[in-house]
C-alpha cells in the first residue's frame, strides 16, 4: 500500500515561482511512476507531469512545458514540482498520484493511477 501526502502549496504572484511536494510512504513507491495532476473550481481533474520511477523518462502538459518541472528524490520517497512563470490559469488543486503500470512509462490517463493523495491548493494572482 502507498499513502501520498502533498505540501508546498500557496499564494504566489503571477509570474512567481513555487515547488510542491508529494512525500511516500510504502516500499514499492520507487518502483512506480509518478504523476502531478490538478483541478480548477467547475473543471476536469487534468494532467500535469508525470515521471518514470527512476527518473529517465517525464512527460509534460503542453500547457506547462518549458515552465514546470518534475523531479524525484529516491532516498527520500518524495516527487517534486518545481513551478516557474506561474500564471493565473495555473490556480488549482495539485493532486500526485502513484502508478502500478511498467515502471519505464510516465502515464498521462487519470484512470492509469492506483494511489492519489489529498492535493495541495495553489493560487495564482494577476
Known amino acids: 500500500q502507498v499513502q501520498l501526502v502533498e505540501s508546498g502549496g500557496g499564494l504566489v504572484q503571477a509570474g512567481g515561482s513555487l515547488r510542491v511536494s508529494c512525500a511516500a510512504s510504502?516500499?514499492?513507491?520507487?518502483?512506480?511512476?509518478v504523476g502531478w495532476f490538478r483541478q480548477a473550481p467547475g473543471k476536469e481533474r487534468e494532467f500535469v507531469a508525470a515521471?518514470?520511477?527512476?527518473?529517465?523518462?517525464?512527460g509534460y502538459a503542453d500547457s506547462v512545458k518549458g515552465r514546470f518541472t518534475i523531479s524525484r528524490d529516491i532516498p527520500k520517497n518524495t516527487v517534486y514540482l518545481q513551478m516557474n512563470n506561474l500564471k493565473p490559469e495555473d490556480t488549482a488543486v495539485y493532486y500526485c498520484?502513484?502508478?502500478?503500470?511498467?515502471?519505464?512509462?510516465?502515464?498521462?490517463?487519470?484512470?492509469?493511477?492506483?494511489?492519489w493523495g489529498q492535493g495541495t491548493q495553489v493560487t495564482v494572482s494577476s
Open positions: 510504502g516500499r514499492t513507491f520507487n518502483t512506480y511512476p
Open positions: 515521471i518514470s520511477w527512476n527518473g529517465g523518462n517525464t
Open positions: 498520484a502513484a502508478s502500478k503500470t511498467a515502471a519505464w512509462k510516465t502515464p498521462q490517463q487519470r484512470d492509469e493511477y492506483d494511489y
